[in-house]
């Protein structure tokens, strides 16, 4: 099967899932990000380190690209990362093909005033949002190219900038819905729940998911319900992520879109087509039925590192760890070690789960 179709190049500050899944389904797969982790390293053909991504010139980017692809005939599949880039899809070689949403479409996402302009005209519920700094302190100052949740800060300790965008605060419960799309409609994949695991420069920082996440069935509608309008609207191509909070007087507010394939789409059980089904949905073609067959309840967990931590070669890692660091390699605090993925029988199971395997890591970290 590998090798029967063009080439894949992965754009995205960690390509790993997406270049994981294009393999698996028979691609060969090229990659520029950030880490260049141990399971990334092993299925990619090319790879080529990027800088934070936040220091790039889209130019450099694009000699990046061009670099990787050595002027051969591939497909370009966008990850985290793009939101900050993304003018620099109309400006690429012939020998690139995007597989993606269009920069029209992330424009009017990632243009925070288009976006909840455009929530207004739908009629879809969204926290009080302005643009103009707020006078009392009840507010989050959020930034529309971050990501993973460090680009949200409360009002009152918040740095201004002239890109920052107001939300009243909400307190609740976040959550993201994942679904495929084709430009007209949309089937949603998955609703997943999010939770923080706060540090000292960010008290929103994303800790992890869980999925599935059982909502009300009116909460259900009214997601699938934002997700249809907001695809026919705008145009959205492919899997794609809606985030959204419940708040504590039942209410459900859209947030953010993320107009490419994000990290809950790792926890879609038995869905090996998952690459190939992003492709054709992006052609234009939805998949005739369900493509979730599995529920079993699953959980991502960035696992970060407390203090600088030096990454052992002889470190024994647990099959649930992902984006596993070159050994020799030092993590300094605060940046994520790797990345956990657990499923269990019941949700008290898949707690108990992740407290053992983060025994097990913190001490194999510990040993060596």
Known sequence: MQNQHIPVLIFAQSGRFIAQSASQAGYRVWVADCFGDQDTLEIAERWQQLAPVHQLSEKQ????????????NCLLIC?????????????????????GNSVTTIQAIQTPKLFFNLLKQLEISYPDTTFKQPSDNDWLAKSPSGLGGIHIQYLKIAQQSDNHYYQRYVTGSSGSGLFIANGKQSQLLSINQQYLQPCES??????GITSPWLI?????????????????????????????????????????????????????????????????????????KSIISDKTPSRLHYFYAN????????IVWPPACHDIPLGGSTIVKGEPICTLTIQ?????????????????LTTNLASD
């Open 344 to 360: 269990a029988l019941t949700s008290k199971d898949l707690q108990q789960c992740y407290r053992a395997l983060e025994k097990e």
């Open 216 to 288: 009300s069935e009116h909460h259900q509608q009214h997601l699938k319900l934002a997700i249809n309008k907001i695809t026919s609207a705008i145009g959205l191509y492919g899997i794609n992520s809606i985030d959204f909070i419940i708040s504590e007087q039942s209410q459900l507010f859209i947030l953010e879109i993320n107009p490419r394939i994000s990290a809950s789409a790792e926890l879609l059980n038995g869905c090996e087509d998952l690459f190939q089904h992003h492709v054709n949905a992006c052609n234009g073609t939805l998949p005739r």
């Open 307 to 314: 203090h600088d931590v030096y990454i052992s070669p002889k």
């Open 202 to 207: 960010s008290a929103f920082r994303l800790g």
């Open 79 to 99: 990850g985290s990362g793009i939101e900050q880039h993304y003018s620099l899809l109309n400006n690429l070689p012939d020998n690139i093909t995007l597989i």
């Open 61 to 72: 980017i694009l000699d990046i690209l061009s670099t990787l692809s050595q002027g051969e």
